[in-house]
């Protein structure tokens, strides 16, 4: 199939696309990476009339480090943060999740605010920003504002985000050193999304972990935080009995649906193992 017919603009500045978009409202969309966007065009999923293209704008992109936080630009590419030695030396998580995200042709050219603002519920950003609480800045014609990531992700597909809005960055906490980090995920074959993954994050001292963060993705309409789990480990020597327990909370926490391959009880199963093998790492 080929897209329906829509005009296109080249946004020379952040001041022109946030022109654009207070004009045409929801009747426009933005262009960054294009790796999901033009399949959702070409398949008829989306039929905006005019594509507001923003992919040339510098300043929404890079990475730098502040006091305590990494700050990501959100026309990053996911290779460049796969690439990155910031993020593999102050945001762990991060660097382990890059590299499950496609295959290395979408890596180059897909963006990390693309990635979060389409929120597809099997996306790894998505969870890592809720697993290490990032805040995300969201810009329009009159101002910005910031948006937790863990109040950002509203339903299948659907966020925050204003229709006016451009998110223009994100900021990461830098966890502490004694901080250990776990992304694990089961996909059919290697660059599928997730059928179930777990971005994990926990302070670890002398075997006991302690601000435990699970935020699994593909197991809901939006990534969850598995608080019950969390605080089933918290505190506690992360032995087996830990995984037992964090296990069995994990029924309070989650309620998959079925997807195209697995069944919601094979999705629990996977969500088990997982967390079996996030403990396994955090301790070690
Ligand atoms: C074969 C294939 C496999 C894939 N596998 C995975 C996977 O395993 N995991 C994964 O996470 N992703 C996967 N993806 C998706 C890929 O990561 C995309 O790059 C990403 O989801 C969207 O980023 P983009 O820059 O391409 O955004 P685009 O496709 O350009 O845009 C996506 C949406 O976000 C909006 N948008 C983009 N940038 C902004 C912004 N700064 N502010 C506000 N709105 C914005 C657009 O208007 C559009 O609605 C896959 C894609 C393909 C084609």
């Known amino acids: 199939m080929k897209a329906p017919l829509f ?7 952040l001041a022109k696309a946030l022109d654009l978009l207070e004009k045409h409202g929801d009747r426009a969309k933005l262009l960054a990476g294009g790796q999901s966007l033009i399949a959702m065009l070409n398949m008829r999923l989306a039929a905006p009339e ?4 923003i992919s040339r704008l510098r300043d929404l992109s890079g ?13 990053t590419t996911h290779a460049e943060i796969e690439r990155s030695d910031d993020i593999a030396k102050h945001l762990p998580l991060v660097a382990q999740a ?7 042709a979408i890596r180059n050219v897909g963006t990390f605010g693309g990635s979060i603002a389409l929120a597809d519920p099997a996306a790894e950003w998505p969870a890592c920003c809720v697993a290490l609480d990032a805040r995300f800045t969201l810009a329009d014609r009159h101002g910005t504002r910031q948006v937790k990531a863990r109040e950002f992700f509203k339903g299948l597909y659907s966020t925050a985000l204003r229709p006016a809005e451009v998110l223009t960055h994100v900021e990461v906490p830098i966890p502490g050193a004694d ?12 660059g599928d999304y997730a059928i179930v993954g777990l971005a994990a994050l ?3 001292t002398r075997g006991a972990l302690s601000d435990v963060r699970l935020a699994f993705f593909g197991v809901g309409a939006t990534p969850v935080l598995a608080k019950s789990a969390m605080a089933a480990i ?3 020597p992360a032995s087996s009995g830990a995984a037992t327990a964090a296990a069995k909370a994990l029924d309070t926490d989650l309620d ?9 009880a094979t999705k629990m199963q996977l969500a088990r193992v997982l967390t079996s093998r996030a403990l396994t790492t955090l301790a070690a």
């Open 7 to 13: 005009a296109y603009v080249r946004a020379r500045s």
């Open 50 to 53: 005019l594509l507001i293209d």
């Open 63 to 75: 990475i730098q480090v502040q006091n305590d936080s990494v700050r990501i630009g959100a026309l």
């Open 98 to 104: 890059a590299p499950h995200i496609a295959h290395a």
């Open 179 to 190: 901080y250990r980090a776990a992304f694990v995920e089961l996909a059919r074959r290697r």
């Open 202 to 204: 926990a302070k670890s």
């Open 234 to 236: 918290d505190g506690k």
């Open 256 to 264: 998959p649906g079925p997807d195209l391959y697995s069944s919601a």
